[in-house]
């Protein structure tokens, strides 16, 4: 009697151990861009519902190690200019960490800076309630990032990761300016600041002088279930065009923000997709850019426009034969 005592409780005591570590997992999972994407399951369902400080690090696509994704702007609204979409560019992730219950506790984004190539000087910003202030261009209002209070840190790093400044908030009413000036991040090689940046054949690859991280701790976590997908469209991160004073937003946020033949004005896209060079249209490079702003538009009149063909939605997978000089290679 006493060894199966001995026994039932050597038995206990181990699914006790196990349920304890189980709880503390950490799990890094999926990628996609909208929770209802179907061709990206959770790998550890168990996992999310038992598990503190799970993690979702999926920022819209992860086609490399460091799962990053850029945005591209055009910034001569409401005109969309020469379509090159190097305007300004910037690699991004983004990762939400989630309780025992499933709800988002943490975001945390990173920023680099990738091309700048315009002429005018461009302020990047992120709208975190949804709402561009006033006054602006961009009158849509779209999701927030989150909903009740938050408390967020932004930190700069030079090109040794060291830390340069901190900046410490918790206004989320109020736009918050990650770079008040894009063309200040760069120098050539001489010390001076350079006009394009990463946009022209055979040109250099400059490094920016900054990178950034912003650290947003949820004070209501139980206000923001978690999805089991980041969701792009809550992520609004746009420009402001200083010389025209024109905001540009991304259509993946505001799908209403394209000109009247369908060129959206910014867009996500993998961050190991070569863009295109300066002066050339997008177009001209990609086959089926054309056949995705021609949905961009179709949506934009009748919202229940369905998808287009997967080579379409993905059409920077492809380039035109003979194009491939044509996008930036250093």
């Known amino acids: 009697m006493k060894k199966t005592r001995v026994k039932i409780i050597f ?53 490399d190690a460091e799962s990053l994704a850029t945005i591209a702007f055009e ?16 690699n991004f992730n983004i990762k939400e960490t989630m309780n025992e219950k499933k709800f988002i506790k943490k975001i945390t984004m990173d920023f680099s800076p990738k091309a700048h ?34 408390m967020f840190k932004l930190t700069y790093y030079d090109q040794q990761k060291n830390v340069l400044r901190t900046v410490d908030s918790s206004d989320a009413t109020t736009d918050l300016t990650i770079w008040p000036s894009i063309r200040n991040l760069y120098r050539n090689t001489d010390g001076s600041v350079p006009i394009v940046v990463n946009a022209t054949r055979n040109g250099p690859h400059l490094e920016p002088l900054e990178t950034a991280k912003l650290e947003i701790e949820l004070l209501n976590p139980e206000l923001n279930p978690s999805p089991g997908t980041i969701d792009i469209r809550k992520y609004r991160m746009m420009i402001h065009v200083i010389d025209s004073n024109q905001d540009i937003d991304l259509v993946d946020v505001n799908p209403a923000h394209i000109d009247v033949n369908g060129y959206p004005f910014g867009f996500v896209i993998p961050a190991n997709i070569k863009h295109c060079l300066e002066y ?21 009149t009748d919202p229940s426009t369905p998808e287009p063909e997967e080579k379409i939605m993905k059409w920077y997978n492809t380039i035109n034969p003979g194009q491939e000089n044509n996008v930036f290679n250093p």
């Open 75 to 90: 910034d001569l609204y409401p005109d969309p200019g020469d379509a090159d979409y190097n305007d300004f560019m910037l």
């Open 11 to 63: 038995v206990f005591a181990t699914l006790i151990a196990l349920l304890f570590s189980y709880q503390n997992c950490s799990r890094v999972i999926f990628s996609g861009v909208k929770s209802n994407d179907s061709n990206h399951a959770i790998d550890c369902p168990d996992c999310i519902t038992k598990c503190d400080n799970c993690e979702i690090n999926d920022i819209t696509f992860t086609t």
């Open 280 to 300: 050339v249209k997008v177009d001209r490079v990609f086959t089926y850019f054309e056949n995705y702003r021609q949905y961009l538009l179709a949506k934009n």
């Open 117 to 150: 190539g315009s002429g005018y000087d461009h302020k990047f910003i992120l709208v975190m309630d949804g709402i561009k202030d006033a006054p602006s261009n961009v009158t849509a209002h779209t999701m927030p990032m989150f909903q009740g209070g938050a």
